[in-house]
Structures are given as structure tokens and as C-alpha cells.
């Protein structure tokens, strides 16, 4: 599987997007050829890349002159030239999702419907290229997942054919909706109209850089710098960690409960394991004025912590909780079945990044089962079917 990870700790546009991927090793003569598929007016625009600098980082600059200047361009008209071109499926997929997110951004900002919505900077030549172009390099690199970092937040004012904005601008606030965001940064427009639409449409998972087998490195750098950052988008082109001792990024929720009866935490238990929490547990602790009390955790995937918290709260006393991201290394697991003295049983195998099969252990509800049809103990079947000859089916 192969991951790109965009850090956008400058922030990001669609220029900086494409030139980080051009940087990973698409040649920029792919991008002319495919980009041509689209059928627009020959001679209406022309690519172009340079090596530069951000505060004397290295950097891709990739620029779009523009010769073909329309005052604007229907969201219907960009979709059905998409539609009609003779790029790849995935390529137009991802381009329509791109651009029918920011034309649901701009029909809430303006109140009208998306079939009347009309692009200005957005609509131009160039943005239609920094999103098509993403797209055609995405396909290229052969990238199945995008992860991104925290966006910044900016602040000030930007120019646009609406007339001067706060930053940031209405349509990007809009786009921000469910985003990570951070307000480290300086003054300035840090994420653009095209940038948040390119996260919003193709990030499925934000936070810290997941565990990857580092590949490629690339920079796009963006128009002009800032005092407070170099102005770059930088993406890490990898795979995953796979048939090994495996990484993997989990939240970790925490409570401090004194006056919720045992019963009601061990029923919130079940419900959370029943939603996917991926383990659940009780932590005896001393809390304030002497009171004994329980501190209830439980282990879950970033995109499950929303659901599972409002679980705990509307199940618990709990008033709030805290949550923090960690790294597990964990080994691959898979189940077998086997012919054993009592019928056919499941197995759990462990194994390792070799292969190897590491330990090998019965079912408890298999275990269970057979001991209440048998009428032995548990303790007995597992010790017999752990120790007893069987054949793997």
C-alpha cells in the first residue's frame, strides 16, 4: 500500500500541492501530455517548473501562465470538461470530487444552488490544472492513501475577485469545516480556496506522520515567503508496514469516575466493545477527598474516537475525559480451524514478520462451547486441545 503523507506546516495550495508531487519524481512532460486530455484551447496556458528557495529551503515552484483569462467558469461547465476528457477514470473521480466540494463551499458562502455557482479564481485555467494536475500525479505515484498533518489557521487579509477578504477567506472557512486546525502560525493566507477543497476531498486520516517505509521526499514551495516559516508543502511518498512486527497508530481515552455503580461501567464496557472499541479496561485509583474511584480507558482508531466518547459520556457520570495518540507495535494475527477429539475447533495463530508462526492457542468460545456440551471443565479442553494432535483443515 502505498501512503502519501502531506505536512502542511506552512500550509497548502494547489500549486504547492502539485509541485511536491512533481518533486516525488513525476516528470513534469506526463503532466503536459495528460493535462492536454482535457481539451482546452491550445496555446490557453503553459507549465512550467523552477528549483528555488524558502528560507533557504529547497523547493519546487511550479507555475501556470495563463493566456486564456475568462472572468469565470460555471461549477457544470469544469465538471462536464472533466467528464468528456480522455483521462484516466480515477484521474476524473478524483478532479469532479475536488471540484464538487468547493462548489458546495461557495453555494453555502453565496446562497444559492451548486447549478448556479460560478468560479473565479478557482474556475481559471490554473486552479483547473493545480486539481486535474494532483489528480494525474497521484495516478502517477500510484498513491492509495493520503494522510495530512494539522492545518494552519492564518490570519489577515487577501485580495480576491470578491474584493479584499479575511483570511481566512469565507469559501476556505467553509472547506475547513471537520479539519484539524492550529492557530501556530504568522499572519497571512496559509491554506487557499483550492488547497483546503484538494485536503478535504482526498485526506483520510490526519495527525503525526504513521509509521512507513520511507521511499521519496519532494517540496513545493508556494508563492511568496513567510517570516514565521519557510512557505513549503512537503510530502513523503512510502508503504505501509506490512508482514512484520506492525506499527499502528491508536487513540487512548481516559476517565476519572467515583459515582457510577459497577454495573452501569461494566454495561458502557459492553457497548463499547460492541461499537469497535479495540479494548476496554478498569484502572483502580485515589481520587480527590480520599474517594476510591475508577479510571476507565479504552484503545480505538482515530476516525472511532467521536462515536466511542459520546458513547462513554452519555453512558458513564463522566463530565469529560482526555485522549492521546500512540504508537503500538503489534504482530500479525490469523485463525485457522483444525480436527481435533471434540469436532472441529478455531485456532488463533501468531505470527511474525518471517512468517514464522510464533504461538498457536484454542478459541476460549470454542472452549467454552465444547465444555458445556462435554460437561468437563474449560480448564481441561484447553490443556487437551492445546497439547492434543490435530490436523489443520
Do not use: W
Not at 478532479?95 to 466540494?101: A, C, D, E, G
Not at 479575511?166 to 493566507?189: F, N, Q, Y
Not at 476517565?255 to 461501567?265: A, F, G, R, V, Y
Not at 505470527?351 to 472452549?367: F, H, Q
Amino acid at each position: 500500500m502505498t501512503i502519501l503523507y502531506l505536512d502542511c506546516y506552512a500550509g497548502i495550495s494547489g500549486d504547492m500541492t502539485v509541485g511536491a508531487l512533481l518533486d516525488l519524481g513525476v516528470p513534469l512532460e506526463y503532466l503536459r501530455a495528460e493535462m492536454d486530455k482535457l481539451g482546452l484551447p491550445p496555446g490557453s496556458y503553459a507549465l512550467s517548473t523552477n528549483r528555488t528557495e524558502r528560507q533557504q529551503m529547497p523547493a519546487l515552484k511550479f507555475d501556470v501562465a495563463v493566456h486564456d483569462h475568462h472572468t469565470h467558469r460555471h461549477y457544470a461547465d469544469i465538471d462536464t470538461l472533466i467528464v468528456e476528457s480522455g483521462l484516466s477514470d480515477p484521474v476524473k473521480e478524483k478532479s469532479r470530487l475536488i471540484f464538487r466540494i468547493l462548489a458546495e463551499a461557495e453555494a453555502i458562502v453565496h446562497g444559492v444552488e451548486i447549478g448556479q455557482v460560478h468560479f473565479h479564481e478557482v474556475g481559471a485555467v490554473d486552479s483547473i490544472v493545480d486539481i486535474v494536475g494532483t489528480a494525474v500525479c497521484l495516478e502517477y505515484l500510484q498513491v492509495e492513501h493520503v494522510y495530512a498533518s494539522a492545518l494552519p489557521l492564518g490570519s489577515g487579509f487577501v485580495e480576491t475577485a470578491h474584493g479584499r477578504l479575511s483570511v481566512p477567506a469565507p469559501a476556505t472557512a467553509e472547506l475547513l469545516k471537520g479539519l484539524p486546525l492550529h492557530g501556530d502560525c504568522g499572519a497571512g493566507e496559509r491554506v487557499t480556496p483550492t488547497g483546503a477543497a484538494i485536503v478535504a476531498a482526498l485526506v483520510s486520516r490526519f495527525g503525526k506522520q504513521p509509521a512507513m517505509l520511507l521511499e521519496k521526499t519532494g517540496c513545493g514551495a508556494g508563492g511568496h515567503d513567510f517570516t514565521d516559516c519557510p512557505n513549503i508543502l512537503r510530502a513523503f511518498l512510502g508503504g505501509s508496514v506490512e508482514n512484520s512486527d506492525r506499527a499502528d497508530e491508536i487513540i487512548v481515552v481516559e476517565t476519572n469516575i467515583d459515582d457510577s455503580t459497577p454495573e452501569l461501567l461494566g454495561y458502557t464496557m459492553e457497548l463499547l466493545l460492541e461499537a469497535g472499541a479495540l479494548d476496554v479496561f478498569f484502572t483502580p485509583i485515589q481520587m480527590k477527598k480520599g474517594r476510591p474511584g475508577v479510571m476507565m480507558s479504552f484503545l480505538c482508531r482515530p476516525d472511532q474516537l467521536d462515536q466511542l466518547s459520546q458513547t462513554l459520556l452519555t453512558e458513564t457520570s463522566s463530565i469529560g475525559l482526555r485522549y492521546y495518540r500512540a504508537d503500538r507495535i503489534i504482530l500479525q494475527r490469523q485463525g485457522v480451524e483444525r480436527q481435533t477429539e471434540f469436532g472441529t475447533v478455531r485456532f488463533k495463530q501468531v505470527i511474525d514478520g518471517s512468517g514464522k508462526v510464533l504461538r498457536t492457542a484454542p478459541e476460549y468460545e470454542d472452549c467454552r462451547r465444547i465444555a458445556r456440551e462435554k460437561e468437563i471443565p474449560c480448564r481441561v479442553v484447553m490443556e487437551r486441545l492445546q497439547c492434543g494432535g490435530t490436523t489443520e483443515k
